[in-house]
């Protein structure tokens, strides 16, 4: 199974990962000195890849991972192996790319969405701010796009 977690920023993503992590375990996976996975074991047997670093304090996933190419063609490689989990505010905003990677991969492919408001979200990044220090003004503008561009992919998933 794959599973594609699409939301904002502050939507939770990252923190449902981590749930996860924590309870499949997390072994990191490395490829050229560069963590791109953490597995674990559903029931200390099925693995599960979960694409991108989660070392990091806060952010992670995807968004660690230099290009969209990398990411697809490391999906492809672990739905070899095991379930896939990944997430990014960037792919949330992707659709046809990952809706050809869905058809080209005999796999259960899962479009999960998160429905956070987005009144929630700008709250949680405020936050996020406000706990490393950053002073700056906070423009929420960026997250209201990407907000309304992961809704537009999931209208598109959705009417597919």
């Known amino acids: 199974m794959i599973i594609n977690i699409r939301g904002t920023f502050g939507s939770g993503k990252t923190y ?3 749930q996860l992590l924590r309870n499949v375990g997390d ?3 490395s490829l050229d000195g560069r963590v791109v996975a953490h597995c674990g074991f559903l ?3 099925q693995p599960v890849y979960v694409l991108g670093n989660y070392s990091g304090a806060e ?3 995807c ?4 290009t969209q190419d990398m990411v697809c063609s490391l999906v492809r490689h672990f739905s070899a192996l095991g379930h ?3 997430e990014s505010v960037v792919i949330g905003t992707v659709y046809s790319r ?3 990677l ?3 991969l005999y796999e259960p492919y899962v479009w999960a969405y998160l429905d956070t408001p987005l009144d929630v979200c700008l709250a949680r990044v405020q936050a996020r701010r406000n706990k490393r220090g950053d002073s700056r003004p906070f423009d929420p503008a960026t997250t209201e796009s990407k907000f309304h561009a992961t809704k537009a992919t999931f209208d598109k998933a959705k009417a597919a």
């Open 16 to 18: 449902a990962v981590r």
């Open 27 to 29: 072994y990191q996976v």
């Open 43 to 45: 029931d200390g047997l």
């Open 59 to 61: 952010c992670g996933g």
């Open 63 to 66: 968004d660690t991972i230099k």
């Open 84 to 86: 896939v989990v990944f």
């Open 98 to 100: 990952y809706a050809a």
């Open 102 to 104: 869905a058809r080209e």
